[in-house]
T-cell receptor, first 114, second 110 residues
């Protein structure tokens, strides 16, 4: 398996624009997580899905953020409208099941909002 | 609320100089403690999972240990290629997603 695949790797956008980040989890993994990483706050969980259903979105910072998982092999994280403080690295991770198993991370999308 | 604190924030070692990284945690029933390595521009890469106090795991120059309140990542005779950020995370008995510390940035100088 190629691992968790994220696109794009880098995104530069202007404030106010819509941004869509994409993720393909590892085949067979039931859980998908979106994390955001900044120097100040480290890795923060935004939202996670189990079998394509959102379980906990309490980490989503504002209504400007939304996430979907239309099928087992694809998820999106959308920011509309984007703001400079959204600049961070966004990671997607997947897990075959929770419990004692580890999550596998993608390479991340570095978002810069100017 | 589950919390993970890692220290030091940054560590600079000479090649061959052994040391330890610390991960202190508070969690409502530990389901697992995880160590990851993260290289610049890449996603975290899984290293170890520890499940109970007293457990130890080794991989090359790295050894992870666990007590009821903290975990250590011991690095023996490090090499420059060990330079990375090391992240610690916990999962509680409620089976919630991993909660991460902010990491320790390790630099090993030849």
């Amino acid at each position: 398996d190629a691992g968790v695949i994220q696109s794009p790797r880098h995104e530069v956008t202007e404030m106010g624009q819509e941004v869509t980040l994409r993720c393909k989890p590892i085949s067979g993994h039931d859980y998908l997580f979106w994390y955001r990483q900044t120097m100040m706050r480290g890795l923060e969980l935004l939202i996670y899905f189990n079998n394509n259903v959102p379980i906990d979105d309490s980490g989503m910072p504002e209504d400007r953020f939304s996430a979907k998982m239309p099928n087992a092999s694809f998820s999106t994280l959308k920011i509309q409208p984007s703001e400079p403080r959204d600049s961070a690295v966004y990671f997607c991770a997947s897990d075959i099941r929770q419990g004692g198993t580890e999550a596998f991370f993608g390479q991340g999308t570095r978002l810069t909002v100017v | 609320e589950d919390q993970v604190t890692q220290s030091p924030e940054a560590l600079r070692l000479q090649e061959g100089e052994s040391s330890s990284l610390n991960c202190s945690y508070t969690v409502s029933g530990l389901r697992g403690l995880f160590w990851y390595r993260q290289d610049p521009g890449k996603g975290p890469e899984f290293l170890f999972t520890l499940y109970s106090a007293g457990e130890e795991k080794e991989k090359e120059r790295l050894k992870a240990t666990l007590t009821k309140k903290e975990s250590f990542l011991h690095i023996t005779a490090p090499k420059p290629e060990d330079s990375a950020t090391y992240l610690c995370a916990v999962r509680n008995s409620g089976n919630t997603p991993l909660v991460f510390g902010k990491g320790t940035r390790l630099s090993v100088i030849a």
